[in-house]
């Protein structure tokens, strides 16, 4: 059973940084597709990042390019989100998700697994 487990969110001022992890288990994710979504009050939610698993490709919404990287760690089946530069509208509760392949990697209703969401707060 696939099990992602976020952690790393938190209250930091505008401009500042934060990195998010994302522990996975219970298969071998190297043909996988790791995403980052969020989703604010009120709000749909939402693409942020993906990366795939085997070569490392990465992905990013518009919004947050340049301003944040996702990574992952072989060794520790983990998929960081760091993210720079941060602005009040950043403020969402960030979820870790995997799905088989690439394909569509921005719509959220293709990913199979979820983890339970880090909250990321942004003061001005």
């Known amino acids: 059973q696939v099990q992602l487990a976020e952690s790393g969110g938190g209250l930091v001022q505008a401009g500042g940084s934060l990195r998010l992890s994302c522990a996975a288990s219970?298969?071998?994710?190297?043909?996988?597709?790791m995403a980052w979504f969020r989703q604010a009050p009120g709000k749909e939610r939402e693409f942020v990042g993906a990366i795939n698993w085997s070569d490392g490709f990465t992905y990013y919404a518009d919004s947050v390019k340049g301003r944040f990287t996702i990574s992952r760690d072989n060794a520790k089946n983990t998929v960081y989100l760091q993210m720079n530069s941060l602005k009040p509208e950043d403020t969402a509760v960030y979820y870790c998700a995997a799905k088989p392949t690439s394909t569509y990697y921005y719509l959220p209703h293709l990913y199979t697994n979820w983890g339970q969401g880090t909250q990321v707060t942004v003061s001005s």
């Open positions: 219970g298969r071998t994710f190297s043909s996988y597709c």
